[in-house]
């Protein structure tokens, strides 16, 4: 009779959920399973736009329609009346690593639920009863767990049921009259709700960051994508750029060689026309020398003097004294200009390239980094600069010196070159250096000094291009009363501590410019919160009898 039951469950039963069929259809290979399986598991397979059965393997296309197989339906709800249930499988009985039933006999069921009153795990047969008794209802049933012995208190066997806070752990009430007698307890469901609440906020909290997080993560890759797309353009820009610069050059070459053919060809014309005359007239003197040489040998007097008039008559002679006029020097002046402009070229490339090759490195894409510890120099020294001034715009009453690193307040004008980018009324100079990212640079100064830093096309001449006086120049007015931050014509007076060094902080993605006294300690004179739409350079404008430097710091 049991293997007849057994047969009976393994007919009637769902290969696939393992329980006897619900709404049981068949599939064209003749294999029935409950709906919702064979459903759930061809839904699996739509991607394969193929359909097979999960016993025989057998390939379907398209998906076949399932209409319900009546039959066995009504043999399988007839076999349910007679208590027939389906077999457990394999998977259902408790292995190694399982949690399993401590009421099964024999070979144990995996647990279904765990109840925290009886400290007994039940499987789903088993825990029938906590469903069906009005006491057993009240149980609280969690998921299976192996740790329901570590709710026993190993002192005296009892369920801990109490949360002491003041040793913060879970005991017995038998506990409460022994060691933690006197100590603030509470029921342990009372602490759960109270710190279930905590857990919520802490969850809302997490959840929240988690939000801000992911938008952050949103919000690099946007800048990551844009970054990638603005290599790209630079890329390709600079590409387009150098191809015209190199097909200038290779014209202009062009020219130059085209150029120097024509008048080549213009010059050696004329030298050859020159040449054929003077060969044509050394020719006729030849001949008129061979005339003139017969008519000497003439001994008839009378003879000799007739002939002698057509015979001694000379040509007009070829003017060539301006041959041996100048040194030979034709187109070495054309090399030689070349070369200058050669030399001009590689000027010009090394100092923009110096320019270019900074501005490349420092793009930064970083959330900005906290300013460093005003009181400890040694964190603003890893973002310091070696910075130079440059010469083609100092002001002529300013003389550099230390390699481009000092200037000093002259009573005569200096011998500069002219140039555009030169300060004409301001006693000012800028830095060679293009300042971008994180930069430290320090100055030491002497007299009445404006330490600054300013676009590069501020105005090179009038009042307003005086540092501090226009909004493209940021400046600190240094004199031994004190200090003055000077924007746009607008000054604010700063009180501190008199030193002949000034430190400088430049973080120019987070729009950030601070000034320091830097003595054994660094005092913060004045900071600025802005945003620069452009590089910037280092600036200082000196007064009489006034010097200042840019210090190498280590």
């Known amino acids: 009779m049991a293997q007849k039951d057994q047969l009976d469950r393994e007919t009637f039963s769902c290969s696939i959920c393992l329980d006897l069929l619900k709404d049981p259809v068949a599939i064209p290979c003749g294999h029935s399973y409950c709906t919702n399986c064979i459903k759930g598991f061809w839904d699996v397979e739509d991607q394969k736009r193929m359909y097979s059965c999960p016993q025989c393997r057998k390939n379907f296309i398209p998906r076949p329609v399932l209409g319900k197989n009546t039959m066995l339906a009504a043999l399988v709800e007839q076999l349910k009346k007679t208590g027939l249930q389906a077999a457990p499988a394999d998977h259902c009985y408790a292995g190694p690593e399982d949690v399993a039933c401590d009421v099964c006999t024999g070979r144990k069921l995996k647990a279904f639920k765990s109840c925290l009153q009886c400290l007994i795990s039940y499987c789903e047969n088993h825990l029938q009863s906590h469903f069906e008794s009005t006491k057993l209802k009240k149980h609280k049933l969690v998921e299976p767990s192996e740790k329901l012995q570590e709710n026993i208190c190993s002192r005296h066997d009892e369920v801990m049921k109490i949360f002491c806070r003041t040793d913060k752990k879970c005991i017995c009430y038998l506990c409460t009259m022994e060691d933690h007698k006197g100590h603030d307890t509470v029921p342990a469901a009372a602490e759960r709700t109270e710190r279930q609440r905590e857990l919520e906020v802490s969850r809302l909290n997490i959840?929240?960051?988690?939000?801000?997080?992911?938008?952050?993560?949103?919000?690099?890759?946007?800048?990551?994508?844009?970054?990638?797309?603005?290599?790209?353009?630079?890329?390709?820009?600079?590409?387009?750029?150098?191809?015209?610069?190199?097909?200038?050059?290779?014209?202009?070459?062009?020219?130059?060689?085209?150029?120097?053919?024509?008048?080549?060809?213009t010059e050696?014309?004329?030298?050859?026309?020159?040449?054929?005359?003077?060969?044509?007239?050394?020719?006729?003197?030849?001949?008129?020398?061979?005339?003139?040489?017969?008519?000497?040998?003439t001994e008839d007097h009378n003879q000799f003097l007739h002939n002698y008039p057509s015979v001694s008559q000379l040509s007009e002679p070829t003017n060539s004294s301006s041959i041996n006029i100048r040194p030979l020097r034709y187109f070495e002046d054309v090399t030689a200009a070349v070369s200058e402009l050669r030399d001009k070229l590689q000027d010009i490339l090394r100092d923009k390239?110096?320019?270019?090759?900074?501005?490349?490195?420092?793009?930064?894409?970083?959330?900005?980094?906290?300013?460093?510890?005003?009181?400890?120099?040694?964190?603003?020294?890893?973002?310091?600069?070696?910075?130079?001034?440059?010469?083609?715009?100092?002001?002529?009453?300013?003389?550099?010196?230390?390699?481009?690193?000092?200037?000093?307040?002259m009573k005569q004008p200096q011998s500069y070159s002219s140039h555009t980018d030169r300060f004409t009324n301001h006693l000012q100079v800028l830095s060679r250096e293009i300042l971008t990212g994180r930069c430290y640079w320090e100055v030491e100064w002497r007299g009445l000094v404006h330490v600054a830093v300013a676009y590069k096309n501020i105005s090179r001449s009038g009042r307003e291009s005086g540092f501090g006086t226009n909004d493209m120049s940021w400046s600190l007015r240094c004199d031994i009363n004190g200090y003055k931050f000077w924007f746009n014509k607008i000054f604010t007076p700063t009180s501190s501590p008199h030193s002949s060094r000034?430190?400088?902080?430049?973080?120019?993605?987070?729009?950030?410019?601070?000034?320091?006294?830097?003595?054994?300690?660094?005092?913060?004179?004045?900071?600025?919160?802005?945003?620069?739409t452009q590089p910037l350079y280092a600036g200082l404008c000196l007064y009489s009898l006034s010097t200042a430097e840019l210090c190498k710091v280590k």
Not at 522 to 529: D, K, N, S, W
């Open 353 to 409: 390239w110096t320019n270019i090759s900074l501005t490349v490195t420092e793009v930064d894409v970083l959330l900005s980094e906290p300013e460093p510890d005003p009181v400890t120099r040694a964190e603003f020294l890893k973002y310091s600069r070696e910075i130079t001034l440059d010469p083609n715009t100092v002001n002529t009453k300013l003389l550099l010196s230390e390699g481009n690193r000092k200037a000093e307040w």
């Open 268 to 297: 050696v014309s004329r030298v050859k026309e020159l040449q054929e005359k003077l060969q044509q007239e050394i020719t006729e003197l030849k001949r008129k020398d061979a005339e003139l040489k017969q008519l000497s040998h």
């Open 207 to 265: 959840q929240q960051r988690i939000q801000d997080r992911e938008k952050d993560v949103k919000l690099l890759q946007q800048e990551v994508e844009a970054v990638s797309r603005s290599a790209d353009k630079a890329v390709d820009d600079s590409e387009k750029i150098f191809t015209r610069l190199i097909r200038l050059l290779q014209e202009r070459s062009s020219d130059v060689k085209q150029q120097i053919r024509s008048q080549q060809e």
């Open 502 to 532: 000034v430190g400088v902080y430049l973080d120019h993605r987070a729009g950030i410019l601070s000034f320091y006294s830097v003595s054994e300690t660094m005092t913060l004179l004045h900071r600025v919160q802005t945003t620069f």
